[in-house]
């Protein structure tokens, strides 16, 4: 970890003309951080900090900079706060999943939750991007009975899926995994499809 003071020159705030020096603290850890927080909420490519734009940005700033390790710290920081705010949520769940073919032939699902906190804020929250074998019923549901599993969310109201055939199996297969659990799901799980 990098901690250092540099020398920043200023503009008065009365006179842009009258500069000033001011010793700053530099902490790169808490600035990696801070980088991987705004390649996520701004939805950017993770390729974005290999750009040559950026790179010779950061080289003037910082040459030491090294980013790759404080993804997944960063990853793993998110995913236990999240953990125990869903934890402490006894609301039900909505979930939305999507499932595509990359160009490479390789097929992803994404997994997210939609549910009302205590305070009757609706929150966003994806709990799984994932690589899965083929856009079978069976195999999807199995995803999402194992993402669902992970999290400890057994209140499901509904999952809402593209018009593709295996849907049905994927809510069947689904719905009965749910009242296992649960000993029931809402009105019998008749209105989970979306």
């Given amino acids: 970890m990098i901690k250092s003071k540099r020398q920043f020159f200023f503009g008065s705030e ?14 790169q850890e ?18 974005f900090v290999e750009n040559e734009g950026f790179r010779k940005f950061m080289e003037d700033v910082q040459p030491k900079f090294i980013i790759t390790r404080y993804c997944m710290h960063v990853f793993n920081d998110e995913n236990e706060k999240l953990m125990h ?8 769940f909505s979930l939305t999943t999507d499932i595509w073919t990359s ?33 079978k019923g069976e195999t999807i549901g199995i995803t999402l ?12 109201y509904c999952v809402t899926v593209d018009n593709a055939g295996s849907n049905n199996l994927t809510i069947s297969y689904l719905t009965r995994a749910l009242s ?3 000993g029931h799901t809402l009105l019998n799980g008749e209105f989970m499809h979306m």
């Fill in 103 to 135: 160009i490479q032939n390789m097929n992803y699902m994404c997994v997210t939750a939609r549910y009302i906190d205590e305070g009757w804020e609706l929150n966003k929250k994806i709990l799984k991007f994932c690589l899965i074998s083929d856009h």
């Fill in 180 to 182: 296992v659990w649960n």
């Fill in 145 to 156: 009975k194992n993402c669902l599993k992970e999290w400890g969310i057994s209140k499901v």
């Fill in 30 to 47: 808490e600035t990696l951080i801070a980088l991987v927080k705004m390649i996520i909420i701004d939805e950017l490519a993770f390729k």
């Fill in 14 to 27: 009365t006179d842009p003309n009258k500069v000033s020096m001011k010793l700053v603290d530099f902490n």
């Fill in 85 to 92: 705010v869903l934890f402490a949520n006894k609301q039900m």
